[in-house]
């Protein structure tokens, strides 16, 4: 594949990462592996064209493709997620949530997020980030590490107190539900516009496996593209209300929320949208609403319980004590007394890529957290079952449990490559 290209040095590291995709197993649970049809779709001659503005309104000629193509994405999303509007340009999830603090808030508002250790993301307000900067968050946390229940009594007193004009729920590293329910009611109190970033869990929410916060008053979803719903890299802003002329400015009232958001990616944020990943977004959103994609989504969370049992019964110490989708959290600290970064490098070491993470109001800094983040989007697209789940908590057991028996490390790498190059990836089909 490699030798008609010119400029060996890239296409010899794309056959690299090709190879080390195949021969490993990726646990990382914000990552997966893309039908060929997507990869087709990416690598595509939309990549050639200039599409500023929104269907049927560009600032350039020659769209007839690629407006059929992006009305298309919206089209499938609206349905799959039961949108009222979908903002199918934006190139990343921390774009997507930047252009909805700016589609409803002024500098100085306040949004109310999760802890970030508890398992919100950086773009849910960390500090030195440019919302941090503008923007006034506060914060909602769990109870405890054991059950990993949000508490919510706190969150309403706190939201009482400091009137978030935003409440948003989503999360990159908690194992649980949300109660949206509760969200709705603390949210109706205190007159906030209630936000889900979905990056995470939009695979299983258009499989109608896990709940969808428009059933429950939100107004938006952001999401990512890339991680459970198989897609390309990017991102998706789901909303409700009406849709008007978004080159036109419009009041800030809730209903306007459609025309605002595309408003704020499009002139507020970005430039000309990228039409071959939209055109690969649209080819991700067919291939999720088809039925084998359900039974994709209910293997990868009934892989990811097997994953965090196993892992138990090995005497790993799991925060909240198990999963409810499709990511686990392991405080490594606790259950080997050595970092997650540590983890990490001795994982990788044997074909196993995780990445370590914070755990609940970690003592340790994020460069050497206490624990590592692991899941099962991307095994499962694989194609590997539950009897597979306890062979890899074998795997990451014995590994860590010896991290300097370089012998016995050769041994697993071993196994894990033979494996491994016994699931072709998607694209090899
Ligand atoms: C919950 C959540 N939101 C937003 C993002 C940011 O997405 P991106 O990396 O595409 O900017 C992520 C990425 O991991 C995420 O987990």
């Given at each position: 594949?490699?030798?008609?290209?010119?400029?060996?040095?890239?296409?010899?590291?794309?056959?690299?990462?090709?190879?080390?995709?195949?021969?490993?197993?990726?646990?990382?649970?914000?990552?997966?592996y893309?039908?060929?049809?997507?990869?087709?779709?990416?690598?595509?001659?939309?990549?050639?064209?200039?599409?500023?503005?929104?269907?049927?309104?560009?600032?350039?000629?020659?769209?007839?493709?690629?407006?059929?193509?992006?009305?298309?994405?919206?089209?499938r999303?609206?349905?799959?997620?039961?949108?009222?509007?979908?903002?199918?340009?934006?190139?990343?999830?921390?774009?997507?949530?930047?252009?909805?603090?700016?589609?409803?808030?002024?500098?100085?508002?306040?949004?109310?997020?999760?802890?970030?250790?508890?398992?919100?993301?950086l773009?849910?307000?960390?500090?030195?980030?440019?919302?941090?900067?503008?923007?006034?968050?506060?914060?909602?946390?769990?109870?405890?590490?054991?059950?990993?229940?949000?508490?919510?009594?706190?969150?309403?007193?706190?939201?009482?107190?400091?009137k978030?004009?935003?409440?948003?729920?989503?999360?990159?590293?908690?194992?649980r539900?949300?109660?949206?329910?509760?969200?709705?009611?603390?949210?109706?109190?205190?007159?906030?516009v209630?936000?889900?970033?979905?990056?995470?869990?939009?695979?299983?929410?258009?499989?109608?496996?896990?709940?969808?916060?428009?059933?429950?008053?939100?107004?938006?979803?952001?999401?990512?593209?890339?991680?459970?719903?198989?897609?390309?890299?990017?991102?998706?802003?789901?909303?409700?209300?009406?849709?008007?002329?978004?080159?036109?400015?419009?009041?800030?009232?809730?209903?306007?929320?459609?025309?605002?958001?595309?408003?704020?990616?499009?002139?507020?944020?970005?430039?000309?949208?990228?039409?071959?990943?939209?055109?690969?977004?649209?080819?991700?959103?067919?291939?999720?609403?088809?039925?084998?994609?359900?039974?994709?989504c209910?293997?990868?969370?009934?892989?990811a319980?097997?994953?965090?049992?196993?892992?138990?019964?090995?005497?790993f110490?799991l925060?909240?004590?198990?999963t409810?989708?499709?990511?686990?959290?392991?405080?490594?600290?606790?259950?080997?007394?050595?970092?997650?970064?540590?983890a990490?490098?001795?994982?990788?070491?044997?074909?196993?890529?995780?990445?370590?993470?914070?755990v609940?109001?970690?003592?340790?800094?994020?460069?050497?957290?206490?624990g590592?983040?692991?899941?099962?989007?991307?095994?499962?697209?694989?194609?590997?079952?539950?009897?597979?789940?306890?062979?890899?908590?074998d795997?990451?057991?014995?590994?860590?449990?010896?991290?300097?028996?370089?012998?016995?490390?050769?041994?697993?790498a071993?196994?894990?490559?033979?494996?491994?190059?016994?699931?072709?990836?998607p694209?090899?089909?």
């Amino acid at each position: 594949m490699t030798t008609k290209f010119k400029d060996q040095t890239v296409f010899k590291l794309i056959a690299a990462e090709e190879k080390r995709q195949r021969e490993g197993l990726e646990l990382i649970p914000s990552e997966n592996y893309v039908s060929a049809e997507v990869l087709a779709a990416m690598g595509s001659v939309f990549t050639n064209k200039y599409s500023e503005g929104y269907p049927g309104m560009r600032y350039y000629g020659g769209q007839i493709n690629t407006d059929a193509i992006e009305s298309l994405a919206i089209e499938r999303a609206k349905k799959l997620f039961k949108a009222d509007h979908v903002n199918v340009q934006s190139h990343s999830g921390a774009q997507a949530n930047e252009a909805v603090y700016h589609a409803w808030l002024e500098p100085g508002d306040t949004i109310m997020g999760m802890e970030l250790s508890h398992g919100g993301h950086l773009t849910h307000g960390r500090p030195g980030t440019i919302s941090a900067k503008l923007f006034n968050f506060v914060r909602y946390g769990i109870k405890d590490i054991e059950s990993g229940e949000i508490d919510y009594e706190a969150m309403r007193e706190i939201a009482i107190k400091t009137k978030p004009k935003i409440i948003l729920a989503g999360f990159s590293s908690y194992p649980r539900e949300l109660d949206y329910a509760k969200f709705q009611s603390i949210g109706d109190e205190v007159g906030a516009v209630l936000m889900a970033d979905m990056a995470h869990i939009a695979g299983p929410i258009a499989a109608g496996l896990l709940k969808n916060p428009f059933d429950y008053g939100f107004r938006v979803m952001t999401t990512t593209t890339h991680k459970t719903l198989r897609g390309p890299r990017g991102a998706m802003i789901l909303s409700k209300g009406n849709l008007g002329n978004p080159l036109k400015a419009v009041d800030k009232i809730v209903d306007n929320l459609p025309t605002l958001i595309d408003r704020s990616v499009f002139p507020g944020l970005q430039g000309g949208p990228h039409m071959h990943i939209i055109a690969a977004k649209s080819v991700a959103l067919y291939e999720a609403a088809q039925p084998d994609f359900k039974q994709y989504c209910i293997n990868m969370l009934a892989n990811a319980k097997k994953l965090s049992v196993e892992l138990m019964n090995r005497g790993f110490k799991l925060v909240t004590n198990g999963t409810d989708n499709h990511l686990i959290l392991a405080d490594i600290q606790t259950s080997f007394n050595f970092d997650g970064d540590m983890a990490e490098k001795i994982l990788d070491r044997i074909g196993l890529t995780v990445n370590k993470n914070v755990v609940p109001d970690d003592p340790l800094p994020p460069f050497k957290p206490s624990g590592i983040r692991l899941g099962t989007p991307a095994i499962t697209t694989r194609g590997l079952g539950e009897e597979h789940m306890v062979i890899i908590a074998d795997w990451i057991y014995r590994a860590l449990k010896s991290p300097h028996d370089e012998l016995a490390l050769d041994k697993i790498a071993a196994e894990v490559r033979k494996l491994a190059s016994s699931f072709p990836l998607p694209n090899d089909n």
